[in-house]
């Protein structure tokens, strides 16, 4: 009943709370279309012909993207294997499809002067296997636990990913890999699936914490298609829009490393306003349990210091409160009686 007390003293008013709440909404949309930003200055007051081609760092890049995906894979999966949330094995499949289908983009720095669409369109292909998969996911959310996957459907989608990289270096390798449109259709379908993650996020008013951190990064994802899209290769929108979709890749595998600390679960880690909220009916119905806690245990000593036919004080009732009733006579010197009955044939009254 204290600490109740204290949670509402401190309660901030109604207009506080909405001031505190829409700011704290500008903040994340700030944050979320940050990148829009860079995309525009770099757009309008950068010269797109200047270039850092160093095939080294682009090497290392990749590499360390490489292991980090294959990692926050792992994460994600062993998520998926204790909560079988159908969210998280399609995080794990995108996951793993974007290492699997980005890696040759680092492997194939060196072929960017004797085919510069074997290098490219590694990139597109595994961002675009990663917008779908996490689209599908996401339309997975809060759907009852499944069965964890058998292993041999993780094997058909590896191999179904290996082929995805076979059909990019035939692509890359055939006369229409130059056309505009083989690059746009996958750099714009992955901005388009991305951008359709955040519009049925907003649909279904999906704001858990987790979730939230989900929605920016795939944001982040549409924005760095976007600047793909208007970048050339080495340019510095091009290294941009690598740093974007790197944030964003950052952010999601932040979301999934929580989870596994926590609930292993991305639909249930509450934020502080429901955590609260959740505080303060745990507090009532523990009130509510004391109360009806203190009846019971009133009605058991009732019954126990009672006769329950005539409702007269019983043999316990007596002893418990002779002793004190004889201390207080000696104490103040009132007198003290003790007046005993015995009915005849009380026998008969109680079988009638």
Not at 91 to 111: D, I, K, N, Q, R
Not at 123 to 131: E, F, Q
Not at 176 to 191: F, I, K, N, Q, T
Not at 324 to 342: F, M, N, Q, V
Request: charged fraction near 15%; charge should be neutral; include cysteine.
């Amino acid at each position: 009943m204290h600490m109740s007390t204290n949670l509402a003293v401190h309660e901030p008013s109604n207009a506080l709370r909405l001031v505190t709440q829409a700011y704290m909404s500008l903040l994340l949309i700030a944050f979320a279309l940050m990148p829009a930003q860079f995309i525009a200055y770099l757009y309008f007051q950068q010269d797109p012909t200047l270039k850092f081609e160093n095939h080294l760092f682009h090497e290392f890049a990749i590499a360390v993207a490489t292991l980090e995906g294959l990692f926050v894979t792992y994460v994600t999966w062993r998520c998926y294997r204790s909560s079988g949330e159908p969210l998280l094995r399609w995080l794990t499949l995108g996951f793993l499809g974007f290492v699997l289908v980005y890696s040759p983009h680092g492997a194939f720095t060196e072929m960017a002067h004797r085919n510069i669409w074997l290098f490219l369109l590694y990139g597109p292909a595994s961002r675009l296997a990663m917008s779908i998969l996490l689209f599908v996911g996401l339309l997975c959310y809060n759907q009852p636990s499944d069965k964890r996957s058998d292993p041999r459907a993780w094997l058909i989608w590896i191999g179904l990913f290996l082929t995805m990289d076979i059909a990019v270096a035939l692509i890359a390798y055939s006369p229409y890999a130059g056309h505009p449109a083989v690059r746009l259709s996958m750099e714009g379908g992955a901005m388009v699936f991305s951008a359709l993650n955040v519009a049925v996020m907003f649909m279904r008013r999906i704001h858990s914490p987790l979730m939230l951190v989900f929605g920016i990064s795939v944001g982040w994802f549409a924005l760095s298609s976007l600047a793909f899209i208007l970048a050339a290769p080495w340019n510095h929108m091009w290294w941009l829009a690598h740093a974007i979709f790197a944030g964003g890749f950052f952010l999601l595998s932040y979301g999934v490393v929580q989870a596994l600390r926590t609930t292993q679960s991305f639909s249930t880690i509450y934020s502080q306003e429901e955590m609260m909220a959740r505080l303060a009916e745990s507090m009532a119905d523990t009130q509510r349990a004391l109360q009806q806690v203190q009846v019971s245990n009133q009605m058991l000593e009732r019954l126990a210091a009672t006769d329950p036919l005539t409702g007269a004080g019983n043999r316990r009732h007596f002893l418990e409160h002779i002793g004190a009733e004889i201390a207080r006579a000696k104490r103040t010197g009132a007198p003290l009686s003790l007046l005993s009955l015995d009915l005849d044939h009380f026998k008969d009254i109680n079988d009638s």
